[in-house]
């Protein structure tokens, strides 16, 4: 297939295929190791897909770096640490029914703007301890720009910049004042021995992170309100009697 920009890409779809490329040491998900136009410096900040692949983090990481770099997250997303999340997320999602509820009868509701999309930027800002409201409207901008394969070249190249900046500032502000978050966790990691975690390695965790945080839980609440509302009967089965084995 062909990726923005013309570049020329493989799309695997068969299972058996996907899993002999997956365990293949000639394949790779790090650019610098398998991409020749990467290498070669062809591939310039205004490529579209360009903030997915020059990453430092456990995208591109393999074997001992990437059991690194994700054992120092791992502690916040154990089942323990996920559940102590459960009454301020179910909070926040009482909080914006409420709102919906108060919508004048008739007024059409954004669902994804006023529901999908408030609710994983809480959870994941909270827990990486952007309290900034600017920052946190900023962050959005950011990686629905990351998001936005249409988007210009100096545009690209901008939200590359951008995101570099407003994470680095996030580092800054928690290393004059650390606070009871991840930012400060993986701060304190890199601090105490530093071949923990690089300073690349630092905020492109956060940029993954962050990022992975706001989009996908988005699109999986609003694709699967849409599923349950155009799917009355199974809306029946999930929400009014519970789910199966329950009645
Ligand atoms: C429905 C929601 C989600 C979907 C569909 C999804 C999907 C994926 C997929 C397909 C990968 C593998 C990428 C690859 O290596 O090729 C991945 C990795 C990852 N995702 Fe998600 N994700 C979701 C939610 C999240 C959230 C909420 C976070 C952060 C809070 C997150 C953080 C990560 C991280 C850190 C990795 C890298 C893991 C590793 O390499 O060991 N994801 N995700």
Redesign the pocket.
Known sequence: MELPGQVVAWAVSDHALLKELLTDARVS?DPRRHWPAWINGEITPEWPLFTWVAVTN??TAYGSD?RRL?KL?STA?TARATETLRPRIERMTADLLDGLAATPQGQVVDLREEYCYPI?IQV?CELFGVNDEGTRKELRRLVDSIFNTAAAPEEVAATFQGMHTVLSDLVALKRREPGDDMTSVLIAAREEDGTRLTEAELVDTLL??IS??HE??V??LDNAIHALLTHPDQLELVGRAGPPGTT
């Open positions: 998900k456990m995208f990437h994700r997250v997303f994983p994941i993954l992170v992975a945080g996908t839980t699109n999986l």
